[in-house]
């Protein structure tokens, strides 16, 4: 099975659907992304705009998510930013807070005003 994530006009995810072999492959049985992408736009409508996406990473850095973003430079979905201080980490897409989280065994939120982890207590 493989996976495609319909992009808006801003590359935003707005749907991800799976999409059987048969339907992705050539007359050899080679997977092939144009493919898939014709079969999703058999379904879907000419003007939708699809990418090939993988669970286990293979392809594109990150599975992709509703809301993620498809990025064209790195050929990569990226998760929303999910505070302002933290940065992209080039290599695996994914964003990184500026200080490490504790790896204490204890529980941590991040807090953005101060810029660091905070213990949560009573878990």
Request: proline residues 5%.
């Amino acid at each position: 099975m493989a996976h495609f994530a319909q992009l808006d006009e801003n590359n935003i995810v707005l749907q991800v659907i799976v999409v059987s072999d048969a339907d992705t492959s050539d007359e050899n049985g080679v997977e092939r992304e144009e493919i898939g992408v014709f079969f999703c736009q058999c379904l879907f409508g000419s003007e939708t705009r699809w990418k090939q996406t993988s669970y286990n990473r293979r392809i594109r850095k990150n599975y992709a998510g509703i809301g993620y973003k498809y990025d064209e430079v790195r050929d990569a979905f990226v998760p929303p930013q999910p505070y302002y201080s933290w940065v992209l980490n080039e290599e695996t897409a994914i964003w990184e807070p500026p200080v490490l989280k504790p790896s204490d065994g204890k529980f941590y939120n991040w807090d953005e005003l101060m810029a660091s982890w905070v213990e949560v207590k009573n878990v």
